[in-house]
């Protein structure tokens, strides 16, 4: 495996690129993003409770992600051995079926070039004294833009709902020229960007309900 360090990551970074051996076989990252949105996902280890009901349940959705144009690629701190004995559970215990790669990120590599590092939990390493990884997601654009970090520590599983939520949300947003309040899901009403003014914000959104110069409701357009 071949990375490079990048510099702190943030919302607009550039993902960083890897190379990496994974369950589907060698990548480049940035080719494996092509003209896709990416979901990066990380566990701290293979065989343990938390991961292996994240896993399943990614697997469950990943038909909803592929219907937004979006892939998934989870990352353990493992090699590949252990994670293909690993799929077979979650497949078991799950009764999904994992079809999306899985990196080999034994070293961490691919683990510190994106920051997954647990560093407030100092006790929670391998055997070798390597710190393991926290649940990170990263919401990768066509751009290859990162928009969304999410990081959770090793004892908390992620919410499904809202990583599909907030892939529904960029790229409404970017389709539409909007931003989404709180709570809000799909059919919901959308906030006008704050960038579109006067005629052109009425000609756009024709039902658009202004509650503050600042703030104003549409329902999504038609189209």
Request: proline share 7%.
């Given at each position: ?9 943030r ?32 566990h ?102 990162i ?6 520590p ?23 020229k ?9 059919g ?36």
């Open positions: 495996m071949a990375t490079e360090r990048a510099a702190p990551l919302l607009g970074s550039i993902a960083p690129n890897f190379q990496a051996d994974t369950t589907k076989g060698p990548i480049d990252f940035h080719e494996f993003i092509g003209d896709n949105w990416v979901i990066l996902f990380s701290p280890e293979d065989f343990t409770p938390v991961c292996t009901t994240e896993l399943g349940e990614m697997a469950r959705l990943e038909p909803e992600f592929a219907k937004r144009g979006v892939k998934l690629i989870g990352l353990s701190a493992n090699t590949l051995g252990s994670h293909e004995g690993w799929i077979k559970d979650i497949n078991e215990v799950t009764g999904s079926l994992v079809n999306f790669p899985i990196i080999a990120d034994k070293e961490r590599k691919v683990a510190y070039l994106y920051d997954m590092i647990d560093y407030q939990d100092t006790t929670n390493v391998d055997e070798k004294g390597i710190a393991f990884t926290i649940r990170s997601v990263f919401f990768i654009d066509p751009k290859k833009t928009r969304t970090i999410l990081s959770y090793a004892s908390t599983g992620r919410n499904s709902a809202e990583i599909l939520r907030i892939i529904d949300s960029l790229q409404t947003g970017d389709k539409h909007v931003t989404t309040p709180i709570n809000w899901v799909p919901d009403d959308v906030i006008v960007h704050p960038t579109i003014k006067g005629d052109e914000a009425t000609k756009l959104f024709p039902e658009m309900r202004v509650v503050k110069p600042y703030l104003r409701f549409t329902p999504l357009p038609k189209n």
